[in-house]
C-alpha cells in the first residue's frame, strides 16, 4: 500500500507523544510541526520530503527522523543564565591555518572541529567583535568549558533564514545575513538535526567563508559535483575564507567529503 502524508502523519503522532508537546499539521503546506508547549520553540518537518525516503529506505528512515527531531527538540529546550556581557559571545569558525595567538602574543582561546576548521570565541561589540584570549578567560575567571556552554547557547539564538535552490534534483539551502555568524550556525546542533529529519537524500554541509552557510540536500551524483563547484566559488569569493570542502553530516559528526568535480557546469 503506497504511503501518504496523512498515513505518514498518524505515524508520527504514534511516534512523537510528549506531555510538553503540541503537535499540528498543515494541510496546505503538508507539514508537521511538534513544538514545546511552554516557549513555542519547535520543529516542523515536510512531510512528501519523509514520505519519499520512507519508500527508499523504509522503517529505518522513520527512525532515524524520530530520533533527529527528539533531539532537536531537547537541545532548543536547554536554558541557562545569560547575564551582562555573556549574551554577546559567540563562537566563530576559521581555518585551522588561521592564527592561535594575536600579534601581541596572547593565546587565542580555540576549540577543536573537524580537520579543516576550528572554532574562536568572540565578544560582539555591535559593528564589530573581539576574538577571546586566555588572558581574558583568566582575568574573568571562567574556564573554557562555560565558554562553550554559552557561546553554544547563544548561536542556538540566532534566527535562521534559508533560502532554497533546486538544481540538478538536488536541493541546496544557502545563509547569508551577514551578521557575521552565518558559518557560526554549523555549531548549532538543533538546525543541523532539522535538515537532516528533513533531507531526501544525504545532507551535507560547507562553511566557505564566514558569511555563508550552505546545506545540500544530495539526491544523486551530480549533486556532489554541483556543491564542489559552489563551495570553491564561495570560498575563492570570501572575505574571512574558511575551507573549499564540504562536509557529510552523519551520526551527529561531520567528516570532510573529497570531490573531485567532473562535470562541469552548463553555460
Excluded: C
Excluded at 177 to 185: E, I
Excluded at 215 to 238: C, H, R, S, W
Amino acid at each position: 500500500m503506497k504511503m501518504t502524508s496523512i498515513k505518514m502523519k498518524k505515524m508520527l503522532e504514534e511516534r512523537l507523544q510528549h506531555p510538553d508537546w503540541n503537535i499540528s499539521y498543515n494541510r496546505d503546506k503538508d507539514t508537521f510541526r511538534v513544538e514545546w508547549k511552554e516557549s513555542g520553540k519547535g520543529i516542523t518537518i515536510t512531510l512528501p520530503n519523509v514520505v519519499s525516503k520512507y519508500e527508499n529506505r523504509g522503517e529505518r528512515s522513520l527512525d532515524d527522523l524520530v530520533n533527529h527531531v527528539q533531539e532537536a527538540l531537547r537541545i532548543m529546550n536547554e536554558t541557562h543564565e545569560l547575564t551582562g556581557k555573556e549574551q554577546h559571545i559567540f563562537p566563530v569558525i576559521r581555518a585551522t591555518s588561521f592564527p592561535t595567538e594575536t600579534k601581541s602574543g596572547k593565546q587565542l582561546v580555540y576549540s577543536d572541529h573537524t580537520a579543516e576548521t576550528r572554532i574562536y570565541y568572540a565578544i560582539d561589540l555591535g559593528k564589530s567583535y573581539q576574538l577571546i584570549d586566555q588572558d581574558m578567560l583568566e582575568k574573568e575567571g571562567w574556564k573554557k568549558s562555560r565558554l562553550k556552554e554559552i557561546s553554544s547557547f547563544n548561536v542556538r539564538s540566532l534566527p535562521v533564514d534559508l533560502k532554497k535552490d533546486r538544481v540538478a534534483d538536488n536541493d541546496f539551502y544557502f545563509m547569508a545575513s551577514q551578521d557575521g555568524y552565518d558559518a557560526s550556525r554549523i555549531l548549532n546542533e538543533s538546525l543541523l538535526e532539522e535538515m537532516k529529519a528533513n533531507s531526501k537524500g544525504d545532507l551535507a554541509v560547507a562553511v566557505p567563508h564566514q558569511d555563508v552557510l550552505i546545506f545540500a540536500d544530495v539526491q544523486n551524483p551530480m549533486g556532489y559535483d554541483i556543491l564542489a563547484q559552489m563551495t570553491m566559488k564561495f570560498f575563492a569569493e570570501g572575505r574571512i575564507p574558511i575551507t573549499s570542502l564540504a562536509f557529510m553530516y552523519e551520526d551527529k559528526g561531520l567528516e570532510p567529503v573529497f570531490i573531485l568535480a567532473k562535470n562541469k557546469p552548463t553555460e
